[in-house]
Protein backbone atom coordinates (compact mmCIF):
# COMPACT_ATOMS: atom_id res chain seq x y z
CA UNK A 1 0.00 0.00 0.00
CA UNK A 2 1.50 3.41 -0.38
CA UNK A 3 2.52 5.47 2.18
CA UNK A 4 0.19 7.76 4.17
CA UNK A 5 2.22 9.49 6.95
CA UNK A 6 4.34 12.49 6.26
CA UNK A 7 6.14 12.70 9.06
CA UNK A 8 9.91 11.60 9.51
CA UNK A 9 10.20 8.89 12.01
CA UNK A 10 12.01 9.13 14.88
CA UNK A 11 15.91 7.58 14.36
CA UNK A 12 15.33 5.02 16.85
CA UNK A 13 12.01 3.67 16.19
CA UNK A 14 11.74 0.71 17.32
CA UNK A 15 8.17 -0.67 17.51
CA UNK A 16 4.97 0.16 15.40
CA UNK A 17 1.69 -0.75 16.99
CA UNK A 18 -1.40 -1.38 14.78
CA UNK A 19 -4.39 -0.69 15.39
CA UNK A 20 -7.19 -1.84 12.76
CA UNK A 21 -10.95 0.35 13.89
CA UNK A 22 -13.76 -0.37 12.72
CA UNK A 23 -17.23 0.76 14.29
CA UNK A 24 -15.11 0.49 17.75
CA UNK A 25 -17.08 2.65 20.57
CA UNK A 26 -14.49 2.33 23.12
CA UNK A 27 -10.69 2.77 21.20
CA UNK A 28 -9.57 5.76 23.58
CA UNK A 29 -9.58 2.57 26.43
CA UNK A 30 -7.21 0.80 24.20
CA UNK A 31 -5.21 4.12 23.45
CA UNK A 32 -4.94 5.15 27.46
CA UNK A 33 -4.15 1.31 28.16
CA UNK A 34 -0.77 2.08 25.59
CA UNK A 35 -0.35 5.18 27.37
CA UNK A 36 0.09 3.75 30.67
CA UNK A 37 2.57 1.06 29.44
CA UNK A 38 6.49 1.53 30.01
CA UNK A 39 8.59 2.78 27.19
CA UNK A 40 11.12 0.61 26.34
CA UNK A 41 14.37 2.25 25.16
CA UNK A 42 13.49 2.67 21.34
CA UNK A 43 10.86 5.00 19.95
CA UNK A 44 7.04 3.51 19.76
CA UNK A 45 4.49 4.64 17.08
CA UNK A 46 0.70 3.47 17.54
CA UNK A 47 -0.95 3.58 14.34
CA UNK A 48 -4.87 3.56 13.93
CA UNK A 49 -6.51 2.86 10.56
CA UNK A 50 -10.02 4.11 10.90
CA UNK A 51 -11.76 2.25 8.00
CA UNK A 52 -14.88 0.86 6.23
CA UNK A 53 -16.01 -0.30 3.31
CA UNK A 54 -17.54 2.20 0.92
CA UNK A 55 -21.46 0.67 1.36
CA UNK A 56 -21.23 1.59 5.25
CA UNK A 57 -24.12 2.82 7.24
CA UNK A 58 -24.36 5.92 8.35
CA UNK A 59 -24.01 4.41 11.61
CA UNK A 60 -20.96 2.34 11.53
CA UNK A 61 -19.28 6.05 9.80
CA UNK A 62 -20.77 8.50 12.70
CA UNK A 63 -19.02 5.94 15.10
CA UNK A 64 -15.75 6.03 12.58
CA UNK A 65 -15.94 9.80 12.95
CA UNK A 66 -15.96 9.56 16.78
CA UNK A 67 -12.91 7.46 16.65
CA UNK A 68 -10.99 9.76 14.52
CA UNK A 69 -11.52 12.85 17.07
CA UNK A 70 -10.30 10.25 19.64
CA UNK A 71 -7.12 9.40 17.83
CA UNK A 72 -6.50 12.74 17.04
CA UNK A 73 -6.82 14.09 20.19
CA UNK A 74 -4.33 11.32 20.76
CA UNK A 75 -1.74 12.34 18.01
CA UNK A 76 -2.21 16.30 19.68
CA UNK A 77 -1.91 15.96 23.46
CA UNK A 78 0.30 13.04 24.07
CA UNK A 79 2.50 12.50 21.53
CA UNK A 80 5.96 13.05 22.21
CA UNK A 81 9.19 11.85 21.00
CA UNK A 82 9.48 8.25 22.47
CA UNK A 83 5.67 7.88 22.13
CA UNK A 84 3.97 9.14 18.62
CA UNK A 85 0.43 8.27 18.14
CA UNK A 86 -0.95 8.25 14.12
CA UNK A 87 -4.13 7.39 12.29
CA UNK A 88 -4.89 7.10 8.73
CA UNK A 89 -8.81 6.98 7.68
CA UNK A 90 -10.19 5.22 4.77
CA UNK A 91 -13.42 4.79 5.38
CA UNK A 92 -14.10 4.19 1.21
CA UNK A 93 -12.43 0.47 1.01
CA UNK A 94 -13.71 -1.84 -1.74
CA UNK A 95 -16.73 -3.62 -0.65
CA UNK A 96 -14.67 -6.75 -1.73
CA UNK A 97 -11.66 -6.59 0.35
CA UNK A 98 -12.90 -4.47 3.26
CA UNK A 99 -12.28 -5.76 6.31
CA UNK A 100 -9.77 -6.64 9.08
CA UNK A 101 -7.17 -8.25 6.46
CA UNK A 102 -7.14 -5.34 4.75
CA UNK A 103 -7.06 -2.56 7.65
CA UNK A 104 -4.23 -4.86 9.29
CA UNK A 105 -2.38 -4.71 5.79
CA UNK A 106 -2.49 -0.54 5.64
CA UNK A 107 -1.07 0.13 9.00
CA UNK A 108 1.32 -2.95 8.56
CA UNK A 109 2.60 -1.95 4.72
CA UNK A 110 2.64 1.84 6.48
CA UNK A 111 5.12 0.77 9.93
CA UNK A 112 7.24 -1.91 7.01
CA UNK A 113 7.70 1.83 5.09
CA UNK A 114 8.52 3.97 8.09
CA UNK A 115 11.32 1.69 9.16
CA UNK A 116 12.94 1.39 6.17
CA UNK A 117 12.96 5.34 6.22
CA UNK A 118 15.29 4.55 8.89
CA UNK A 119 17.10 1.62 7.54
CA UNK A 120 15.77 -0.69 10.50
CA UNK A 121 14.91 -3.43 8.76
CA UNK A 122 14.67 -5.37 12.06
CA UNK A 123 12.18 -3.17 13.72
CA UNK A 124 9.02 -4.78 14.96
CA UNK A 125 5.31 -4.63 13.80
CA UNK A 126 2.82 -5.55 16.95
CA UNK A 127 -0.80 -5.73 16.03
CA UNK A 128 -3.48 -4.96 18.75
CA UNK A 129 -7.30 -4.50 18.37
CA UNK A 130 -8.70 -1.45 19.25
CA UNK A 131 -10.96 -3.49 21.93
CA UNK A 132 -8.30 -4.89 23.91
CA UNK A 133 -6.03 -3.37 26.62
CA UNK A 134 -2.71 -4.59 27.79
CA UNK A 135 -0.52 -4.78 30.67
CA UNK A 136 1.64 -1.89 31.52
CA UNK A 137 5.15 -3.97 30.91
CA UNK A 138 3.32 -4.61 26.97
CA UNK A 139 6.05 -2.28 25.43
CA UNK A 140 8.92 -3.55 27.41
CA UNK A 141 8.49 -7.52 27.05
CA UNK A 142 8.09 -7.19 23.65
CA UNK A 143 11.27 -5.38 23.09
CA UNK A 144 13.34 -7.39 25.59
CA UNK A 145 12.00 -11.05 23.63
CA UNK A 146 12.97 -9.85 20.72
CA UNK A 147 16.42 -8.20 21.16
CA UNK A 148 17.57 -11.57 23.41
CA UNK A 149 15.97 -13.53 20.43
CA UNK A 150 18.03 -12.23 17.55
CA UNK A 151 17.14 -14.46 14.91
CA UNK A 152 13.02 -14.76 15.99
CA UNK A 153 11.35 -13.35 13.37
CA UNK A 154 7.99 -13.44 14.53
CA UNK A 155 6.05 -14.06 17.94
CA UNK A 156 2.34 -14.68 19.51
CA UNK A 157 1.82 -13.06 22.37
CA UNK A 158 -0.03 -14.47 25.23
CA UNK A 159 -3.43 -13.30 25.94
CA UNK A 160 -6.41 -13.33 28.50
CA UNK A 161 -9.97 -12.98 28.17
CA UNK A 162 -11.92 -10.66 30.91
CA UNK A 163 -13.64 -13.40 32.91
CA UNK A 164 -15.45 -10.86 35.35
CA UNK A 165 -16.71 -7.54 35.51
CA UNK A 166 -19.73 -4.87 35.01
CA UNK A 167 -18.84 -4.09 31.23
CA UNK A 168 -21.17 -7.47 29.71
CA UNK A 169 -24.01 -9.60 31.42
CA UNK A 170 -22.57 -12.69 33.22
CA UNK A 171 -23.28 -15.24 30.39
CA UNK A 172 -20.70 -13.40 27.88
CA UNK A 173 -17.86 -13.89 30.22
CA UNK A 174 -19.57 -17.32 30.77
CA UNK A 175 -19.45 -18.03 26.96
CA UNK A 176 -15.71 -16.34 26.74
CA UNK A 177 -14.49 -18.83 29.52
CA UNK A 178 -15.54 -21.74 27.04
CA UNK A 179 -14.62 -20.18 24.15
CA UNK A 180 -10.76 -19.41 25.29
CA UNK A 181 -10.56 -22.62 26.68
CA UNK A 182 -11.36 -24.27 23.37
CA UNK A 183 -8.45 -22.26 22.04
CA UNK A 184 -6.15 -23.40 24.80
CA UNK A 185 -7.27 -26.69 24.32
CA UNK A 186 -6.84 -26.96 20.51
CA UNK A 187 -3.05 -25.52 20.75
CA UNK A 188 -2.24 -28.05 23.46
CA UNK A 189 -3.77 -31.01 22.20
CA UNK A 190 -1.61 -29.98 18.63
CA UNK A 191 1.19 -30.13 20.75
CA UNK A 192 0.17 -33.20 22.65
CA UNK A 193 -0.03 -35.10 19.06
CA UNK A 194 3.67 -34.12 18.00
CA UNK A 195 2.47 -31.65 15.61
CA UNK A 196 5.58 -29.39 15.41
CA UNK A 197 3.43 -25.61 14.30
CA UNK A 198 1.25 -25.38 17.89
CA UNK A 199 1.04 -22.04 18.64
CA UNK A 200 -2.06 -19.82 18.82
CA UNK A 201 -2.98 -17.52 16.14
CA UNK A 202 -4.65 -14.44 17.29
CA UNK A 203 -4.99 -11.00 15.66
CA UNK A 204 -4.14 -8.98 18.18
CA UNK A 205 -1.47 -10.71 20.03
CA UNK A 206 1.19 -11.12 17.22
CA UNK A 207 4.50 -9.16 16.34
CA UNK A 208 6.79 -9.34 13.38
CA UNK A 209 9.86 -8.33 12.25
CA UNK A 210 9.44 -5.87 9.35
CA UNK A 211 12.22 -7.86 7.08
CA UNK A 212 10.43 -11.04 7.63
CA UNK A 213 7.39 -9.23 6.80
CA UNK A 214 7.88 -7.81 3.53
CA UNK A 215 9.60 -11.18 2.94
CA UNK A 216 6.97 -13.26 3.37
CA UNK A 217 4.88 -10.97 1.11
CA UNK A 218 2.97 -8.44 3.72
CA UNK A 219 -0.72 -9.55 4.89
CA UNK A 220 -3.51 -10.73 3.25
CA UNK A 221 -6.82 -8.97 2.46
CA UNK A 222 -8.72 -11.62 4.40
CA UNK A 223 -12.19 -10.52 5.85
CA UNK A 224 -11.65 -13.39 8.64
CA UNK A 225 -8.64 -15.78 9.29
CA UNK A 226 -6.23 -13.03 7.82
CA UNK A 227 -4.15 -13.83 11.55
CA UNK A 228 -4.00 -17.77 11.31
CA UNK A 229 -3.05 -17.32 7.28
CA UNK A 230 -0.25 -14.56 8.22
CA UNK A 231 1.42 -16.74 11.06
CA UNK A 232 1.22 -20.11 8.99
CA UNK A 233 3.55 -18.20 6.66
CA UNK A 234 6.02 -17.27 9.41
CA UNK A 235 5.53 -20.50 12.01
CA UNK A 236 7.26 -22.94 9.50
CA UNK A 237 10.30 -20.55 8.77
CA UNK A 238 11.42 -22.04 12.57
CA UNK A 239 12.54 -19.71 15.23
CA UNK A 240 9.22 -18.89 15.74
CA UNK A 241 8.55 -17.05 19.44
CA UNK A 242 6.00 -17.09 22.01
CA UNK A 243 6.27 -13.98 24.66
CA UNK A 244 4.74 -14.93 27.94
CA UNK A 245 6.20 -12.23 29.91
CA UNK A 246 2.99 -9.89 29.51
CA UNK A 247 -0.68 -10.02 28.43
CA UNK A 248 -3.06 -8.92 26.34
CA UNK A 249 -6.91 -8.40 27.11
CA UNK A 250 -8.91 -9.11 24.12
CA UNK A 251 -12.58 -7.73 24.48
CA UNK A 252 -15.51 -10.88 24.87
CA UNK A 253 -17.96 -9.27 23.05
CA UNK A 254 -20.09 -10.27 20.60
CA UNK A 255 -19.73 -9.14 16.98
CA UNK A 256 -21.22 -9.31 13.33
CA UNK A 257 -18.45 -8.15 11.70
CA UNK A 258 -16.47 -11.17 10.88
CA UNK A 259 -18.03 -14.35 9.27
CA UNK A 260 -16.15 -16.50 12.23
CA UNK A 261 -13.87 -15.40 14.74
CA UNK A 262 -13.96 -14.70 18.45
CA UNK A 263 -16.89 -12.22 18.27
CA UNK A 264 -18.80 -14.39 15.67
CA UNK A 265 -18.52 -17.36 18.13
CA UNK A 266 -19.66 -15.90 21.08
CA UNK A 267 -22.77 -14.23 19.60
CA UNK A 268 -23.86 -17.65 17.97
CA UNK A 269 -23.08 -19.80 21.23
CA UNK A 270 -25.09 -17.03 23.35
CA UNK A 271 -28.34 -17.76 21.33
CA UNK A 272 -27.62 -22.13 22.17
CA UNK A 273 -28.37 -23.40 25.69
CA UNK A 274 -25.41 -26.29 25.91
CA UNK A 275 -21.84 -25.98 26.40
CA UNK A 276 -19.56 -24.92 23.54
CA UNK A 277 -18.53 -28.14 21.91
CA UNK A 278 -15.06 -28.99 20.45
CA UNK A 279 -12.85 -30.93 17.94
CA UNK A 280 -12.95 -35.08 19.74
CA UNK A 281 -9.26 -36.01 21.57
CA UNK A 282 -9.77 -39.23 19.73
CA UNK A 283 -9.00 -36.98 16.08
CA UNK A 284 -5.74 -35.57 17.75
CA UNK A 285 -5.19 -39.08 18.74
CA UNK A 286 -5.09 -40.63 15.90
CA UNK A 287 -2.97 -37.70 14.44
CA UNK A 288 -0.41 -38.53 17.16
CA UNK A 289 -0.08 -42.42 16.09
CA UNK A 290 0.01 -41.00 12.64
CA UNK A 291 2.61 -38.43 13.30
CA UNK A 292 4.93 -40.96 15.50
CA UNK A 293 4.63 -43.28 12.34
CA UNK A 294 6.30 -41.14 10.16
CA UNK A 295 8.79 -39.68 12.37
CA UNK A 296 9.72 -43.06 13.42
CA UNK A 297 9.97 -43.66 9.18
CA UNK A 298 7.09 -45.83 9.35
CA UNK A 299 5.16 -45.71 5.75
CA UNK A 300 2.80 -48.34 5.41
CA UNK A 301 -0.74 -47.57 4.33
CA UNK A 302 -2.60 -50.02 6.51
CA UNK A 303 -0.74 -49.49 9.36
CA UNK A 304 -2.34 -46.05 9.49
CA UNK A 305 -4.96 -45.04 11.57
CA UNK A 306 -8.26 -45.75 9.50
CA UNK A 307 -9.47 -41.94 9.95
CA UNK A 308 -6.22 -40.99 8.27
CA UNK A 309 -6.64 -43.84 5.52
CA UNK A 310 -9.98 -42.23 4.33
CA UNK A 311 -8.95 -38.59 4.74
CA UNK A 312 -5.66 -39.31 2.53
CA UNK A 313 -6.20 -41.30 -0.63
CA UNK A 314 -3.80 -44.53 -0.57
CA UNK A 315 -2.06 -43.40 -3.86
CA UNK A 316 -1.60 -39.57 -2.90
CA UNK A 317 0.26 -40.91 0.42
CA UNK A 318 2.45 -43.27 -1.91
CA UNK A 319 3.58 -40.21 -4.54
CA UNK A 320 4.13 -37.66 -1.57
CA UNK A 321 6.21 -40.33 0.37
CA UNK A 322 8.28 -41.14 -2.85
CA UNK A 323 8.39 -37.12 -3.54
CA UNK A 324 9.56 -36.88 -0.03
CA UNK A 325 12.26 -39.28 -0.23
CA UNK A 326 13.07 -38.53 -3.92
CA UNK A 327 14.25 -35.03 -2.35
CA UNK A 328 15.48 -35.16 0.98
CA UNK A 329 18.85 -35.72 1.86
CA UNK A 330 18.39 -36.68 5.30
CA UNK A 331 15.60 -37.81 8.12
CA UNK A 332 15.46 -33.71 9.11
CA UNK A 333 14.76 -32.71 5.54
CA UNK A 334 12.06 -35.05 4.74
CA UNK A 335 10.07 -34.28 8.31
CA UNK A 336 10.23 -30.42 6.89
CA UNK A 337 9.00 -31.45 3.88
CA UNK A 338 6.50 -33.61 5.15
CA UNK A 339 4.75 -30.82 7.34
CA UNK A 340 5.44 -28.55 4.63
CA UNK A 341 2.78 -30.33 2.93
CA UNK A 342 0.59 -32.14 6.47
CA UNK A 343 1.02 -28.15 7.74
CA UNK A 344 -1.64 -26.49 9.81
CA UNK A 345 -4.49 -26.34 7.16
CA UNK A 346 -4.54 -29.56 6.43
CA UNK A 347 -4.14 -30.31 10.47
CA UNK A 348 -8.19 -28.21 10.06
CA UNK A 349 -9.20 -30.09 7.47
CA UNK A 350 -8.42 -33.36 8.52
CA UNK A 351 -10.30 -32.28 12.28
CA UNK A 352 -13.24 -31.35 9.83
CA UNK A 353 -13.13 -34.58 8.26
CA UNK A 354 -12.86 -36.76 11.24
CA UNK A 355 -15.59 -34.55 12.51
CA UNK A 356 -17.92 -35.50 10.13
CA UNK A 357 -17.11 -38.96 9.78
CA UNK A 358 -15.44 -40.80 12.67
CA UNK A 359 -15.36 -38.32 16.04
CA UNK A 360 -18.29 -35.78 16.74
CA UNK A 361 -17.86 -33.08 18.61
CA UNK A 362 -17.82 -33.09 22.31
CA UNK A 363 -18.33 -30.67 25.37
CA UNK A 364 -15.31 -28.23 25.48
CA UNK A 365 -15.14 -29.49 29.52
CA UNK A 366 -15.08 -33.14 28.36
CA UNK A 367 -12.21 -32.46 25.79
CA UNK A 368 -9.91 -30.84 28.13
CA UNK A 369 -10.03 -32.82 30.84
CA UNK A 370 -9.16 -36.22 28.56
CA UNK A 371 -6.28 -34.18 27.48
CA UNK A 372 -5.37 -33.00 30.70
CA UNK A 373 -5.20 -36.96 31.90
CA UNK A 374 -3.56 -37.48 28.79
CA UNK A 375 -0.68 -35.69 29.35
CA UNK A 376 -0.72 -36.65 32.94
CA UNK A 377 -1.94 -33.71 34.61
CA UNK A 378 -4.27 -34.44 37.67
CA UNK A 379 -6.98 -32.53 38.51
CA UNK A 380 -10.29 -32.37 39.90
CA UNK A 381 -11.56 -29.51 38.58
CA UNK A 382 -15.42 -30.22 37.09
CA UNK A 383 -16.06 -26.34 36.04
CA UNK A 384 -14.83 -24.03 32.94
CA UNK A 385 -12.82 -21.42 34.87
CA UNK A 386 -10.93 -23.75 36.83
CA UNK A 387 -10.02 -25.48 33.49
CA UNK A 388 -9.27 -22.80 31.94
CA UNK A 389 -6.86 -21.52 34.51
CA UNK A 390 -4.88 -24.32 34.64
CA UNK A 391 -4.52 -24.35 30.57
CA UNK A 392 -3.33 -20.84 30.87
CA UNK A 393 -0.93 -21.83 33.05
CA UNK A 394 -0.20 -24.14 30.73
CA UNK A 395 0.28 -21.79 28.06
CA UNK A 396 2.45 -20.01 30.16
CA UNK A 397 5.11 -22.64 31.02
Not at 354 to 364: C, G, K, L, Q, Y
Amino acid sequence: MPPVISDTPTKNIGIVVVIPCYDEPHLENTLFSLLSCTLPPVAVEVLVVINAPANATKEVLEQNKKSLSVAKEFSEKYSNSHLRFYFIENCKLPQKHAGVGLARKIGMDEAAYRFTLVNNLSGLIVCLDADCTCEKNYFLEVYQYFKEQPKCHAASLYFEHPLNGTDFENRIYKVIAAYELHLRYYKQALKWAGFPFAFHTIGSCMAVRAEAYMQQGGMNKRKAGEDFYFLHKHIPLGNFGEINTTCVYPSPRPSHRVPFGTGKTIGRQLLQPNELTTYNLLSFSDLKFFFKQVNDSCFSFSTLPISVQKFIPENEWQNKLYEFEKNSGSQELFLKRFYLWFDAFKVLKFLHFARESFFTDVPISTASKELLMSKGVLTESKIIPELLCIYRNLDRG
